[in-house]
């Protein structure tokens, strides 16, 4: 087999790995946009603060401490204690939970019926918001997030792979986790939505609010739980960018890689997020390694965005979103 | 008619019961303007009440402050002999009564099936976990609620859209599909917002003989608001007229078209 596509084959599980990343923080987009119609801008800023909070939680760091220590005059930055990374995570759930239900009764509830772009306008604000809330909390140094996730290279896959090809392939553990973490995600996503009773009012909710309330569906309630589940996708998503690169405020960024994804696959669908965030994934990789050093590098940067641009002109609603139909 | 507290036998022989809501003295006002002036009627079990009056006369209001979605500045709703505390709608459609609207509210991309399953939510008991993966009872259930759902999508007739998205169907089917929604929902008591409104002539027939048949074999307590002065005379057992917020009229249709205020009211007499 040739060399060249060897290393292509290489690549492309490497970009599907990544692409599954990118998926993840997508993901979180869709299940807000299409639970109420929001595109929530504060997606990447919830996956910073729920990683943030979860090695603030296992360091057992004093939340606001700078804020206390100023006010009182104190010394305190820790409690002393570690909590093991499971213990850690349900917490933090826990404080998703708690940040889905301020969200909920301090913004949205004031701006129920309000135009699509007042609410985009407020989670911008959220964002801005929640960032400076979590370097509050816990402080703006980049940290080491280690749940315990294997990390390097997989030694199965560079050992067989060498044995067919004469070359072994450099497949991350941690990318592989998060393959099979987001694969459970979704199955678990689309089981809620379409078998469950909350996830069929949630489908409602998002279709007509006073429809929904016409058939007895609390629609405070199903909104906390849709932030809620946006918080645990951040959560998930926040490990996994956290582990990989590290704590830090880059990872609210990831954020703006998961628009294009959103634009491929459709604002509206669970699958859409998955494959736009594999050809993403793949095509950025794929490009950067057969074009990349014709053009001097570093396409990674801005093809994604220019593959959407490409999208938008020809497929306005994505490979899987709801077709736009315009009644005259 | 024989009008008591145990209820009164219709002209057409069906037995109407005691009284399942009551408005008292319902007075309802948006700032400077009063939709409702201090309106008083019941609803009695098994009947088909109607609440008609030319535009603008208070009408959808008053089914929005039963449905909750208005919250009226005086007087009290009584619902089964109770008095009920301030609700929002969800709460109140969670009592069992259960609504459409004039506009057509209905889950437009979804399926018609999954539509008038919203309906049966109230129903489902079983938790998340055995849901999302049908175990336990969550199976049993889904297929009972399923069976009350294709009962009442095949009594409206609408078996061959069964699996339609919602916004491809025309009007007319639209409003049977709202209907069969809220009836999915067992309800004690069904009000239809203009069960009629843009409709031809066919459609007005099928949508009648709908409700007069759903009164008839589920014993459905409707209240309902219609513009059509001749298809509400037809299906009502008892009608109430409002007029510019107030009531002006109440009784059977025989009563009330002889009442000589309907009468100005729909013909238009100078008010002075």
């Known amino acids: 087999m040739p ?21 993840l923080v997508a993901l979180g987009f869709v299940l807000i946009y299409k639970a109420s119609g929001i595109f929530n801008y504060a997606q990447g800023v919830m996956a910073l603060f729920a990683a943030m909070t979860l090695v603030g939680i296992m360091n057992g760091q004093v939340p ?24 850690a995570i349900i917490l933090t759930m826990a404080v998703m939970v708690l940040l889905a239900w301020a969200v909920q009764r301090f913004v949205m509830r004031h701006l129920v019926g309000q135009e699509p772009i ?42 067989t792979t060498f044995n067919f090809f004469d070359y072994g392939f450099f497949i991350d553990n941690l990318d592989i986790v998060a393959t099979v973490i987001a ?8 089981a809620f939505s379409q078998y469950t009773k909350q996830g069929r009012a949630m489908r409602a909710v998002a279709d007509d609010h006073q429809a929904a309330l016409s058939v007895g569906i609390s629609l405070n309630f199903i909104w906390i739980m849709v932030w809620s589940v946006a918080g645990f996708v951040a959560l998930v998503a926040g490990i996994m960018w956290g582990t990989k690169s590290g704590v830090q405020f880059s990872l609210s960024l990831i954020a703006l890689k998961a628009l294009p994804v959103l634009m491929l696959g459709g604002f509206t669908s669970i699958p859409g997020a998955i494959v736009g965030g594999l050809i993403i994934g793949v095509g950025e990789k794929l490009f950067e390694f057969a074009i990349g050093p014709m053009v001097g590098g570093a396409t990674e940067n801005w093809f994604a965005y220019v593959l959407a641009l490409i999208f938008l002109v020809f497929r306005p609603q994505g490979l899987f979103g709801e077709k736009i139909i315009e009644r005259v | ?9 219709t002209e057409d022989g069906r037995k109407i019961g005691g009284v399942v809501m009551e408005m008292k003295n319902i007075t309802l006002r948006f700032g400077g303007v009063v939709a409702i002036k201090d309106i008083s009627f019941d609803i009695r079990e098994g009947e088909i009440r109607a609440i008609i009056g030319p535009n603008g006369a208070g009408k959808s209001s008053m089914l929005n402050v039963i449905s909750g979605f208005y919250v009226p500045q005086e007087g009290e709703v009584w619902f089964h002999g109770a008095k009920r505390p301030q609700m929002r709608p969800f709460e109140v459609a969670q009592q069992g009564i259960a609504r459409t609207f004039q506009n057509i509210a209905l889950f437009e991309g979804m399926s018609v099936l999954d539509n008038v399953m919203t309906g049966r939510l109230g129903y489902m008991k079983t938790n998340i976990f055995q849901q999302a993966l049908w175990k336990g009872k969550a199976e049993s259930e889904e297929v009972e609620n399923r069976e009350a759902v294709e009962k009442m999508i095949d009594f409206l007739e609408i078996q061959h859209i069964r699996k339609t998205p919602v916004s491809r169907l025309p009007y007319g089917l639209k409003k049977r599909v709202e209907l069969a929604r809220a009836l999915a929902a067992e309800p004690k008591l ?51 007229v409002m007029d510019y917020g107030k009531k002006i009229g109440d009784g059977t249709p025989d009563e009330v078209r002889n009442n000589q205020e309907v009468i100005d009211a729909y013909l238009g007499v100078s008010h002075d």
């Open chain 2, 190 to 240: 069904l009000l239809l917002d203009e069960p009629m409104a843009g409709m031809n002539v066919e459609e007005k027939e099928d949508m009648s003989r709908f409700i007069l048949d759903v009164n008839d074999e589920f014993g459905t307590t409707i209240a309902l608001i219609e513009h059509d002065m001749g298809v509400v005379m037809d299906l009502s057992d008892r009608v109430v």
């Open chain 2, 1 to 9: 008619m024989l009008d008591n507290a145990e209820g009164y036998v």
């Open chain 1, 118 to 159: 007042i609410l985009f306008m407020a989670t911008i604000g959220l964002a801005y918001f929640l960032e400076g809330v979590a370097d509050l909390m816990w402080g703006s140094e980049i940290k080491t997030l280690n749940v315990g996730l294997p990390q390097g290279i997989n030694l199965w896959i560079d050992e």
């Open chain 1, 183 to 190: 694969a459970l995600l979704v199955a678990a996503l689309v």
């Open chain 1, 3 to 23: 060399e060249q596509l060897i290393f292509a084959m290489e690549v492309i599980l490497n970009g599907l790995m990544a692409g599954v990343l990118y998926a």
């Open chain 1, 64 to 87: 606001f401490a700078h804020v206390i220590n100023a006010t009182f005059g104190t010394h305190v930055y820790n409690f002393g204690w570690t909590v093991p990374a499971l213990l």
